[in-house]
């Protein structure tokens, strides 16, 4: 599946923004679909992740109340709402999809195979 993450952007602190990610090319709700991020100097670690239903999401404890994940399978799309940005939210922000059928809670980064090519969310103080 090829996946085109798009909605970064430069945002105040508080502040929100949605990212978007559309897929093309394979049955989309076949996959787990998950966001991470990147920060500058740092490992890509894990952000959310939704079920292939769009029923059951899983979040990262540093964006829990703060971010949503959703998923439109009709549109081939998946969404990160985020709220309340602060400046360690800071990073690229990548899109992926999995095909294992781990539960959301165990997925790794390996179980990804599909990733976006990362959009940017900057946020300042």
């Known amino acids: 599946v090829q996946l085109q993450a798009s909605g970064g952007g430069l945002v105040q602190t508080g502040g929100s923004l949605r990212l978007s990610c559309a897929a093309s090319?394979?049955?989309?709700?076949?996959?787990?679909m998950g966001w991470f991020r990147q920060a500058p100097g740092k490992e890509r670690e894990f952000v959310a992740a939704?079920?292939?239903?769009?029923?059951?999401?899983y979040y990262a404890d540093s964006v829990k109340g703060r971010f949503t994940i959703s998923r439109d399978n009709a549109k081939n799309t998946v969404y990160l709402q985020m709220n309340s940005l602060k400046p360690e939210d800071t990073a690229v922000y990548f899109c992926?999809?999995?095909?294992?059928?781990?539960?959301?809670?165990?997925?790794?980064?390996?179980?990804?195979?599909?990733w976006g090519q990362g959009t940017l969310v900057t946020v300042s103080s």
């Open positions: 992926a999809a999995s095909g294992t059928m781990a539960s959301l809670s165990k997925q790794k980064r390996g179980d990804f195979g599909s």
């Open positions: 090319g394979r049955t989309f709700s076949d996959y787990i």
């Open positions: 939704v079920s292939r239903s769009g029923i059951t999401t």
